[in-house]
């Protein structure tokens, strides 16, 4: 298994020219050419960082516990708990995860959030001094600053991890069905009482609206690579050997 979430990462950060995997050897040259750039309208850096770039070099963790459905990166990591794999169902719901958690490394979330932290930190300090309860404090941070914040970022990582898939020849109509199929085990194992004003995360609802209207830029990406149209061939003719076989 990890030996299969380590091909996926691979395939995400070598299309879109961000690293290798500790153990993998530089190529020549990209295989899916240079993406950097692509991404500047969602506010991340159009060069390579400390973060990502061409030389970075990525490790991958797959943590063996069903109970857990998650999976997250940062800068130079990539963790994968096995409890989120049956969601993905396949190769490309994987890829559709994954790409999202790399996104929000291309976006430099994580000093975003570092930022965020110190205005959080110094609003809280401006009510105390005001007097105002702890508990106020706290909800009043929470709700106009932490939460708007983290939604905003989520749906920037969600638009650039479908770009991300796209450039690595992943099927994009994949990650709006994962999300849904995420919003459908969410709602199964718990009642989504609070307005989606109070959630971290998008409604999947929405989340899959929005990424459903961004496939067609998605679709053009992966219509537009010659490499798709070889790896789209190479699986096509594995897909008509197996059905040979098993006929």
Partial sequence: MSHHVRRVVSRILTASNLGLLHGEQ?????LFGDSFGEFSEFGAST???EAYGPEKKWDVIVVDD??????????????????????????????????????????RHTAERISSQTVWFGVAAILQLLSVDYVITQNVTTFLLELPNSRTQER????????LMSKA??????APAMFERLG?????????KAFEFAQT????ENRVKYLEAALPEAYQIVES??????VRRKLDAFRETAHQYFD
């Fill in 26 to 30: 530089p190529a020549h040259a990209t």
């Fill in 169 to 174: 020849c992943y099927n994009p109509g994949a």
């Fill in 66 to 107: 069903k109970k857990t459905v998650n999976a997250m990166a940062t800068p130079g990591v990539v963790v994968v708990f096995t409890g989120i794999l049956p969601v993905c169902r396949d190769e490309e719901g994987l890829a559709a995860v994954l790409a999202h958690e790399i996104g929000h490394v291309v976006a």
């Fill in 156 to 163: 920037e990582a969600d638009l650039i991890g479908l770009r």
């Fill in 201 to 204: 995360h998008p409604a999947s």
């Fill in 47 to 49: 060069r390579p960082t």
């Fill in 184 to 192: 459908q085990l969410e709602k199964s194992v718990m009642s989504r």
């Fill in 225 to 230: 690579n010659p490499e798709c149209a070889e």
